[in-house]
C-alpha cells in the first residue's frame, strides 16, 4: 500500500498549497473543499474522526489494550475512506484537525509517512480560524481540546470564556492554539523514518527544493508537471505579516509562543 501520506498542520498553516502539491503530484487526496483543499471525510462532522481526535491525549497515555482499540477505529475510519474516495495509490489527506491523530496513525498503519507542515505562529495567529472560535464553536469540547489541550475550560485570563471574552483575546487564543497544535504534531519526532517537519516559509521561499525533499521522503517522483505548477503557483507575499503589528501587540503572544518559535528557530 502506498501510504497513506497525510499533512498534518494547524488549520490556516499553510496546507493548502502542499495539498495541492501533492494532487498535481499524483496523490489521492480524496474529496477536497475547493478553496481550502481540506479532505472534508476527516471533518469534525466525521463520528468517527471526533471520537479518535477528542481521545488524542488519552491515546498518547493509554494502556496497550486501549491503544488497540483506538487503531481499530483508525482502521476503521481509514478503510471507509478508501472504499468511498479513493480512486488510486497513493494516496493521502489533508485536514488540519486530524493532526491529533497524527501517533495512532503511525501506530495504526506501519506504510504510512506524515508531513507536519510548520508556520510562523505569529502569522498564524494572524489568519483568523472561524472553524474554532466563530459563533459559539469554542463552547464545543472537541474545540476546547484543539485549543487549549485539555477539556472542561470555562475561563481564560481570568474571565468567562464567552464571546466578548474570545474577541478581547483573540491573538492570545489563537496563538495558543498553535503552541497547543504544533507540541501535539512534535510527537512526530518518535517516527523519525516516517515524519517529517517542513518550515511553510521554506516551501514558500524554495518551493522546488522542498518539495523535492518531500516526495523523496514519500519515495514519490517529482513530476515535472508539479514543478511548474510551484513555480506558477507559489509565492511568499503572506510571511511576516505580524511584524507590521506594535510591540505591545505582540508581548502577551510571545508570552505564549515564545519558547515554541525558538525551539523551532523562529527568531524572537
Avoid at 29 to 39: E, H, I, Q, S, W
Avoid at 110 to 121: C, E, M, Q, T, Y
Avoid at 188 to 209: A, F, N, S
Avoid at 235 to 254: F, T, Y
Amino acid at each position: 500500500m502506498q501510504g497513506p501520506y497525510p499533512i498534518f498542520c494547524r488549520g490556516h498553516s499553510g496546507g493548502r498549497i502542499l495539498c495541492e502539491a501533492f494532487i498535481h503530484n499524483g496523490i489521492d487526496m480524496g474529496k477536497v473543499a475547493p478553496d481550502r483543499k481540506d479532505t472534508e471525510f476527516f471533518s469534525i462532522h466525521n463520528p468517527l474522526i471526533y471520537e479518535l481526535t477528542l481521545n488524542a491525549y488519552h491515546y498518547i497515555t493509554a494502556t496497550l489494550e486501549q491503544k488497540k482499540y483506538f487503531q481499530q477505529l483508525m482502521q476503521q475510519c481509514l478503510g471507509e475512506y478508501i472504499a468511498q474516495e479513493i480512486k488510486m495509490q497513493p494516496f493521502g489527506w489533508k485536514m488540519g484537525m486530524s493532526l491529533f491523530m497524527l501517533p495512532v496513525v503511525l501506530d495504526t498503519f506501519p506504510h504510512a509517512k506524515v508531513i507536519h507542515l510548520i508556520r510562523d505562529g505569529r502569522d498564524v495567529m494572524l489568519s483568523r480560524l472561524e472553524a474554532r472560535f466563530g459563533g459559539n464553536n469554542l463552547a464545543n469540547p472537541l474545540n476546547q481540546l484543539l485549543v487549549f489541550g485539555h477539556t472542561p475550560v470555562t475561563h481564560f485570563a481570568g474571565q468567562s470564556l464567552t464571546s466578548e471574552t474570545i474577541a478581547a483575546y483573540r491573538n492570545e487564543l489563537e496563538i495558543l492554539h498553535w503552541v497547543t497544535a504544533v507540541n501535539y504534531g512534535l510527537q512526530g519526532r518518535q517516527y523519525p523514518e516516517r515524519y517529517l517537519e517542513v518550515k511553510y516559509e521554506t516551501l514558500c521561499q524554495d518551493p522546488i527544493t522542498t518539495c523535492e525533499m518531500i516526495f523523496d521522503f514519500l519515495q514519490q517522483p517529482f513530476l515535472t508537471t508539479t514543478k511548474t505548477w510551484l513555480k506558477q503557483a507559489v509565492h511568499g507575499v503572506r510571511i511576516g505579516k505580524w511584524r507590521n503589528l506594535p510591540a505591545e501587540q505582540l508581548e502577551k503572544p510571545l508570552s505564549i509562543a515564545g519558547e515554541l518559535l525558538k525551539k523551532l528557530n523562529y527568531p524572537v
